[in-house]
């Protein structure tokens, strides 16, 4: 049976004792809803008809009652007959979906517009990128008696304060976007991609599973700590769950998620990161900035001196963000020089754990750089890495 909130607490009782449906859309460097080939394969892109699945104990099965399993050695996520479905599988406040705790899965390509779903990326395949999924459904707020909940619902609940948005019409639009950039692999193709600038964002409006709710959670400053975390990412890292432009000269424009930094003298690009709430060691906010020749699958336009400026914002942006309201610095880091070639740690402080932070980038003395943000190798674009 398919629910909605308003529904499901109507339904009360019989919520535990009933299976939960839901369908799944990938959002991040895949975007688009899960559908499923006839042998269960779940996959991104493609026309396959939309995947329905069931949540049980942190056991996921699809409609035709197959168990959906991380197969080894490879950990696609397929849902096999006869398979007994993987556990710690569950399903966040906002319909995130984790296993065993993680949210992050990767997408690596299957065919030339299809890609598999997977906990680990591929060894040997350099096109897999970072994804999350959200669930449509089997989520709740904590109006929700928890004793009505299966366990591994009442784990993953937390206060929620708003309902996920779909768009199927926006998905498909951001899939198509991103299948070109992605898949094609002449560096031209992808300077042509990268240098389009996004003032015309309304078609690489994306759906986010970001955390969104915790916007006054930047309760204080980073505090600057002096040992530095890796400039690169052999270690652990994190990268930006959303990216949103916005500008001077038409500061009311909410551009909506991109997949691409953008920086001019009249654009900023803002990146929120969601530390997870293991995160409790140092964290460093690094700038990555190969050279053309050292990217696969991404590319850059730049000119200028490199000289940017980097800070920690009050607010937390949101698709919805302007330049008007995106709030004001809470942290400056100052200016940077960032040229090709180049990593930079731009500042290094104490993990904020649990929370969710957004750094802007902005431009000094006019320097423009606009880059796929892609972590496949050489990795371009701001994350943080930890230690
Ligand atoms: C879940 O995490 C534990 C601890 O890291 C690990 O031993 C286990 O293999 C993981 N299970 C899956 C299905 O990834
Ligand atoms: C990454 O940075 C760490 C710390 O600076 C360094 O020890 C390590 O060799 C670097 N890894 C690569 C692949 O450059």
């Known amino acids: 049976m398919k629910y909605s909130l308003s529904t499901a607490v109507a339904l009360g009782a019989s919520l535990a004792a009933s299976q939960c449906t839901f369908t799944i859309t990938a959002s991040g460097g895949q975007s688009g809803t899960v559908g499923q080939l006839s042998d269960g394969q779940n996959r991104?892109?493609?026309s396959?008809?939309?995947?329905?699945?069931t949540i049980s104990n942190g056991q996921i099965t699809d409609s035709s009652n197959r168990g959906c399993i991380l197969t080894p050695p490879t950990t696609q996520f397929q849902c096999d007959v006869g398979a007994t479905a993987t556990g710690g599988f569950a399903i966040g406040s906002n319909g995130e979906i984790t296993s065993n705790g993680s949210n992050v899965f990767y997408a690596c390509p299957a065919t030339s517009d299809m890609y598999n779903i997977y906990t680990t990326p591929v060894s040997g395949q350099s096109l897999c990128v970072e994804i999350t999924l959200t669930a449509s459904d089997c989520f709740a707020t904590s109006t929700m008696a928890s004793s009505m909940m299966p366990t591994t619902m009442?784990?993953?609940i937390v206060q929620a304060s708003t309902v996920q948005e779909t768009s199927?019409?926006?998905e498909t639009v951001t899939s198509q976007v991103q299948e070109t950039s992605t898949v094609q692999e002449t560096a031209t193709s992808q300077v042509q991609e990268t240098s389009t600038v996004q003032e015309t964002a309304t078609s690489q409006v994306q759906e986010t599973s970001t955390v969104q709710e915790t916007a006054t959670s930047q309760a204080t400053a980073p505090t600057s700590t002096s040992t530095s975390c890796a400039a690169n990412l052999s270690g652990a890292y994190q990268f930006p769950h959303l990216i949103v432009p916005v500008f001077?000269?038409?500061?009311?424009?909410?551009a909506g998620t991109s997949f691409s930094g953008t920086i001019t003298s009249s654009i900023s690009s803002i990146f929120n990161f969601d530390f997870p709430s293991t995160l409790t060691g140092t964290c460093s906010l690094v700038f990555l900035f190969p050279t053309q020749s050292e990217l696969t699958t991404s590319s850059f336009t730049f000119s200028g001196n490199g000289e940017l400026d980097f800070a920690c914002l009050t607010t937390l942006a949101t698709q919805s963000t302007t330049f008007d309201n995106m709030g004001s610095i809470l942290t400056d880091f100052g200016t940077k020089t960032i040229t090709p070639g180049s990593s930079t740690v731009i500042s290094t402080f104490p993990c904020p754990a649990g929370q969710a932070v957004s750094y802007e980038i902005s431009s000094v003395s006019d320097t423009s750089l606009s880059f796929f943000q892609d972590f496949n190798p050489s990795p371009i674009g701001l994350y943080i890495t930890s230690c």
């Open 44 to 46: 991104i892109g493609g």
């Open 48 to 53: 396959n008809p939309e995947g329905t699945f």
């Open 154 to 156: 009442q784990t993953s």
């Open 168 to 170: 199927t019409v926006q």
């Open 248 to 254: 001077s000269t038409s500061p009311t424009t909410a």
